[in-house]
T-cell receptor
Framework: QKEVEQNSGPLSVPEGAIASLNCTYS??????FFWYRQYSGKSPELIMSIYSNGDKEDGRFTAQLNKASQYVSLLIRDSQPSDSATYLCAVTGNNNDMRFGAGTRLTVKP | EAGVAQSPRYKIIEKRQSVAFWCNPI?????LYWYQQILGQGPKLLIQFQNNGVVDDSQLPKDRFSAERLKGVDSTLKIQPAKLEDSAVYLC???????????FGDGTRLSIL
């Protein structure tokens, strides 16, 4: 069983729409949750971090965490073509060891 | 604030040769990570250091890969001998402590011929 699972996509949304990215994880002891964006040929860059159940908003981005369901999601409002990238979900375990999902490729069409 | 520095950016070697990568984390960051990212996949953690001690190396192929962080600052990852399946981008990242967000370097793209 994969530790961190994401739909590989591609996910395609029109410009201005809401993009919804989902992630599930297997380790119930996980404490920290992150969303990274990775453009083709570039390194991952942090978008959001979330540590407790509920929603966390930062500009057009909202991260949602539900530890009971072992589920974390990222919503991107008013999607822009520049948001087209691969979005990586990352989860830390009890040893603070980081595990990444395979990523979801998002395409925002003008 | 200077970011995570990695070198070289690109490396091409033949199989069975050896190769080494260098990483200098952000100043003050105690935790350093090495990842392998194969095209189309998420980063795979190879080894995690807390200062100069190893926290996790469960996914490091220890028969051919080695890493060290002797003074708790910069780090070296070595592959010897390289196999074709080692072709990937090797990413170094650092964080203040293990539970905090990581900052990534630009990576080293390794091609094995």
């Amino acid at each position: 069983q994969k530790e961190v699972e994401q739909n590989s996509g591609p996910l395609s949304v029109p410009e201005g729409a809401i993009a919804s990215l989902n992630c599930t994880y297997s380790d119930r002891g996980s404490q920290s949750f992150f969303w990274y964006r990775q453009y083709s040929g570039k390194s991952p860059e942090l978008i959001m971090s979330i540590y407790s159940n509920g929603d966390k908003e930062d500009g057009r981005f909202t991260a949602q965490l539900n530890k009971a369901s072992q589920y974390v999601s990222l919503l991107i409002r008013d999607s822009q073509p520049s948001d087209s990238a691969t979005y990586l979900c990352a989860v830390t375990g009890n040893n603070n060891d980081m595990r990444f999902g395979a990523g979801t490729r998002l395409t925002v069409k003008p | 604030e200077a970011g995570v520095a990695q070198s070289p950016r690109y490396k091409i070697i033949e199989k069975r040769q050896s190769v080494a990568f260098w990483c200098n984390p952000i100043s003050g960051h105690a935790t350093l990570y090495w990842y392998q990212q194969i095209l189309g996949q998420g980063p795979k953690l190879l080894i995690q250091f807390q200062n100069n001690g190893v926290v996790d190396d469960s996914q490091l192929p220890k028969d051919r890969f080695s890493a060290e962080r002797l003074k708790g600052v910069d780090s070296t990852l070595k592959i010897q001998p390289a196999k074709l399946e080692d072709s990937a981008v090797y990413l170094c990242a650092s964080s203040l402590v293990g539970s905090q967000p990581q900052h990534f370097g630009d990576g080293t793209r390794l091609s094995i011929l």
